[in-house]
């Protein structure tokens, strides 16, 4: 505790005495300072002790003692030191009739006492206070790091960072989730703070933001009872967050306490961030090996040697192997242009390309396709990283990333926490967008919102089968991207219309010119071709059904069907020139109401 009046008044060397203010000693004092001017406001900065002789103040004039002491309270003065024995052998009792007013603690100076012997013993009172708060401070970093490398880890950790400061602490994930809180009932008061958490997630870091001020929350947390709603909200929560450089925070560390945090709990606390970090953040010489390792347990996996894979993967992938999984790309459309595929799927006789010239992530909380600070919280492929490694994590799950450019491949378990966020993550973003179907126009294709990520899910499979997941995953992506959804699975590549891949300009191009020449006939007036000739093929080449659909005899609607044979030059008689003629027919429509 700094040093107060009534620790000084208690010290056996000054014997001060009270003359006024006897209720207000226990208010700590920053500073014992000495003044003779008339009005020393203006050199006064809050918490001080006052000390004067009385030699340039009218102590004896009511009106000009009050206004004296006015000021001095309006400017944070603590106490009044008066000398006796100076100039006055009493205080004169204008002063001290103004402190008693104000409520200004007024102390009694014997002559033998001098005023460095005050400031000395303020002087030395502070430092030892320092002294503890930094001893202190050690003592926590000390106990936190016990902690933070015992088997329970963080849960360890925030119980002792929580009794530090006698209050709350909370631990929050990538995804802004809470994993850890201590006591347990700070998990229902860190819940209602995933806005603000959000609110810091989304700044570069380290950063931290304070929320609410004061309330008393302290004690109870420190009684492990959980306090009343309305005194847990009007507590002080502190939010920090954890990870290096300006990537994406990789967490965020919550203290709630009843007041302003003192010397002793911020060196707790910063510790506490220190040792959170380290425990999410891993060596670059860690990243650099297991990139490597993940990058050749799937050039493997697509090669068909699983057993080899398997024996590579080790104890860091290997349980990955042991149940079916799923196979995941994804990936940034940029320019327009379709992505070229990570690796080549291989044939029977064929090994895939040497992919993966980035490489993997695993589910202990740290990204590996970019270094720290070179990806940005916007960035949707390391936000999608973030997202399903944090699910992952929270349940021991293995998870293996290989990012590529702007092309991403996660291997995870099937019906696992991390397909079962990337699925969630989808509809959340979909949600933003404000459909949850949106075909991509060509403006779309050229200039891909900042959210514009598309992914491809394959059916589950297992290591002798991965080729053939990279192959589903594949589909599913180019038909995420044509039908405009974030995320396809591969069992729903089947379903619905296929009308939806005909919108390609590739397509269209080869309907507009297939049906040129029809239309170009019907827009003479000569005749309506272009909807006989829809209307013929959705009947099966049924006469009479078309002839009535189109309210022309059976006779008009052959003679017209014989004119399209001889302008495209191409007999109605071939299925393949139905088919085509279907289709172009379909694309041209699709692309008139698109």
Same mark, same amino acid.
């Given at each position: ?95 001290? @009739? ?18 460095? @012997?005050?400031?000395?013993? *303020? ?28 088997? /329970? ?67 109870? &947390? ?37 007041? !302003? ?82 690796? @080549? ?9 040497? !992919? ?19 990806? /940005? ?25 290989? !990012? ?8 995870? !378990?099937? &019906? ?74 591969? /069992? ?5 219309? *296929? ?20 239309? /170009?006939?019907?827009?003479? &007036?000569?005749?309506?071709? *272009? ?45 393949? *020139? ?17």
């Amino acid at each position: 505790m700094p040093p107060t009046l009534a620790s000084l008044v208690r010290h056996p060397g000054l014997k001060l005495s009270v003359l006024a203010g006897e209720d207000r000693l226990e208010t700590p004092v920053r500073w014992a300072h000495v003044s003779e001017l008339a009005d020393p406001v203006p050199y006064m900065e809050g918490g001080e002790l006052l000390l004067i002789t009385a030699m340039q103040i009218e102590a004896e004039d009511p009106e000009a003692m009050s206004r004296y002491v006015r000021r001095l309270v309006g400017a944070g003065v603590v106490g009044l030191g008066f000398a006796l024995g100076v100039k006055y052998a009493e205080v004169p009792a204008a002063l001290a @009739a103004a402190a008693k007013e104000e409520g200004l603690p007024l102390i009694g100076v014997p002559r033998p006492t001098p005023f460095i @012997a005050i400031s000395k013993a *303020v002087s030395a009172a502070i430092a030892a206070d320092q002294y503890r708060a930094v001893t202190a401070g050690f003592e926590a970093q000390r106990e936190l790091t016990r902690a933070a490398i015992g088997a /329970e880890g963080p849960a360890a950790l925030l119980a002792r960072l929580a009794a530090h400061v006698d209050g709350w602490a909370a631990l929050y994930d990538v995804s802004g989730s809470v994993v850890a809180a201590a006591p347990d009932w700070a998990a229902r008061r860190a819940a209602r703070l995933t806005a603000d958490v959000e609110r810091l997630r989304s700044r570069p870091g380290p950063a931290s933001i304070v929320v609410g001020g004061g309330g008393g929350g302290g004690e109870a &947390g420190a009684k492990g009872a959980e306090p009343a709603e309305d005194t847990a909200a009007a507590d002080r929560v502190e939010l920090q967050s954890l990870g290096t450089g300006r990537r994406t925070t990789r967490g965020v560390l919550a203290v709630g306490t009843g007041a !302003p945090l003192g010397t002793a709990e911020r060196y707790a606390v910063h510790s506490a961030v220190a040792l959170l970090t380290l425990t999410t953040e891993r060596s670059r010489a860690l990243r650099e090996a297991e990139q490597r390792l993940g990058a050749a347990v799937l050039r493997m996996l697509l090669a068909g040697e699983p057993d080899h894979a398997r024996a590579v993967a080790g104890r860091l992938y290997g349980g990955l192997l042991d149940a079916p999984f799923r196979m995941l790309v994804a990936e940034v459309p940029s320019g327009g242009a379709v992505q070229q595929p990570i690796a @080549a799927t291989p044939g029977a006789d064929e090994a895939p390309q040497e !992919p993966f010239a980035e490489a993997t992530t695993t589910a202990t909380g740290t990204a590996m396709g970019t270094t720290p600070g070179e990806a /940005e919280a916007a960035d949707p492929l390391a936000t999608l990283t973030d997202t399903m490694e944090a699910a992952a994590a929270r349940i021991g799950e293995s998870v293996l990333v290989v !990012p590529d450019g702007e092309r991403l491949i996660v291997l995870a !378990p099937d &019906g696992g926490a991390a397909v079962a966020a990337c699925a969630e993550h989808a509809r959340a973003v979909e949600s933003r967008r404000g459909t949850k179907a949106r075909p991509r126009d060509r403006t779309a294709a050229t200039a891909p919102h900042g959210d514009e990520l598309v992914i491809g899910l394959s059916a589950p499979a297992g290591p002798i089968a991965a080729a053939a997941a990279y192959r589903q995953a594949e589909q599913a992506l180019s038909v995420a991207r044509r039908r405009g959804r974030m995320l396809v699975e591969h /069992e729903q590549v089947a379903a619905g219309s *296929v009308l939806p891949l005909l919108a390609d300009d590739a397509v269209r191009a080869f309907a507009d010119g297939t049906l040129r020449a029809l239309h /170009e006939h019907d827009a003479t &007036g000569r005749g309506d071709l *272009v909807a006989s000739l829809r209307a013929w093929l959705s009947r099966h080449g049924q006469w009479d059904a078309a002839a009535a659909d189109l309210g022309v005899h059976r006779h008009t609607l052959r003679y017209r069907m014989r004119r399209v044979e001889e302008i495209l030059g191409r007999s109605l008689d071939d299925p393949d *020139v139905r088919m085509e003629l279907w289709l172009a027919l379909k694309a041209t429509a699709a692309g008139t109401s698109a």
